[in-house]
């Protein structure tokens, strides 16, 4: 038997990943850019088993659901493929947050699965190959293979080439909190990210304005990244979500996330603004308000969160590291 266990942190995006442009192959339609944040952790065991006469998935204690089980199944043939083996892995993997609830927990899954089961099956691969790989199981978890800020490049459709996640260096790394308020306590989400987002594609007329825009939002990311500039860096960021939120509203029937806590949360971020202090907000396929500020300033932030009404719980998390084997 063959054993590896790795960990990997979850990723908000600044800049989001909301459509694909290739299904089978899990290409994105545009690119994308994160922070990984060490907060919000995923550990996962990856055993080859010859005993095993299927693949078998433990999630945060329980048994999995049998779409998981097959999902991560799919995921481990790839890496078979790879080490030209036919063996049976068991599969345990813990959260330290909220599982599929809006708060990234298949970028840290699939990237924490991509490099203990590539570790177990005793192939070695590039960062950027396992973030490639990572990419197949979900398209976020490329991100996760990196620590600090991430970009996320969507390759090009006309020549097919594939897509991979690499590191962006910026000062600002130093000095960025994210502030995450938990909204409905963690509940699981109504709508799965990758049925929405085909959902979006499909019937929302503004679609097709999102996917455009994001090539010009990372153009200004980056500069914001180069020139360390936090407030451009959040006014693109919160901007952004509101834009692929607002495209996925317009699905037809809609899709939305959001609920009154959401939106009380974001006013607040909006009042924390005016009066003066680094705050941006951004929301992802949940209820749940991250907020961009600056390490000065993130202890103020999250009191303020907390006191708007319905908020579950409110965590600050500095920047993470990258995809690590552990055992
Ligand atoms: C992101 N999200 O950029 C965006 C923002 C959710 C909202 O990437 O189909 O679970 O597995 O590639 O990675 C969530 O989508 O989708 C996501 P698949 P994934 O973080």
């Not at 317009?250 to 006013?267: D, E, F, G, M, N």
Request: hydrophobic fraction near 50%.
């Amino acid at each position: 038997m063959s054993t590896a266990t790795a960990r990997a942190c979850a990723n908000i995006a600044l800049v989001k990943y909301w459509g694909k442009r290739d299904a089978a192959r899990n290409l994105p339609a545009a690119g994308s850019l994160s922070l990984t944040l060490g907060a919000l952790v995923t550990e996962t065991t990856v055993a080859f088993d010859p005993a095993l006469a299927s693949d078998e998935l433990n999630l945060d204690g329980a048994s999995a659901r049998p779409a998981d089980v097959s999902r991560t199944s799919a995921f481990l043939d790839l890496v078979r493929a790879e080490a030209s083996i036919t063996t049976r892995a068991r599969v345990t993997s813990t959260n330290d947050f909220p599982t599929a609830s809006g708060l990234a927990s298949s970028a840290s899954g699939y990237a924490a699965l991509a490099v203990a089961a590539t570790t177990a099956a005793g192939i070695t691969m590039s960062p950027r190959a396992l973030s490639m790989l990572a990419r197949r199981g979900s398209g976020s978890a490329a991100r996760s293979i990196f620590g600090g800020f991430v970009r996320m490049h969507a390759g090009q459709a006309v020549d097919g080439s594939d897509a991979f996640a690499e590191p962006i260096v910026s000062r600002l790394a130093d000095r960025v909190r994210m502030v995450i308020a938990i909204v409905g306590g963690g509940a699981p989400k109504a709508h799965g990210s990758r049925d929405a987002m085909d959902h979006t594609a499909a019937t929302s007329p503004f679609y097709r304005a999102w996917v455009e825009l994001v090539p010009h939002d990372l153009a200004a990311a980056d500069g914001a990244l180069a020139a360390a500039d936090l407030a451009t860096l959040g006014t693109i960021a919160e901007a952004n979500s509101l834009a692929m939120h607002a495209s996925a509203i317009a699905a037809r029937p809609a899709i939305w996330y959001w609920q009154p806590t959401t939106l009380a949360l974001l006013a607040e971020v909006r009042a924390l603004r005016q009066r003066g202090a680094a705050a941006w907000a951004t929301m992802d396929a949940g209820p749940h308000v991250k907020v961009l500020t600056s390490i000065d300033e993130a202890e103020a932030v999250a009191a303020a969160l907390r006191t708007v009404p319905g908020t579950t719980s409110v965590t600050i998390s500095g920047p993470g590291g990258p995809a690590t084997v552990t055992t």
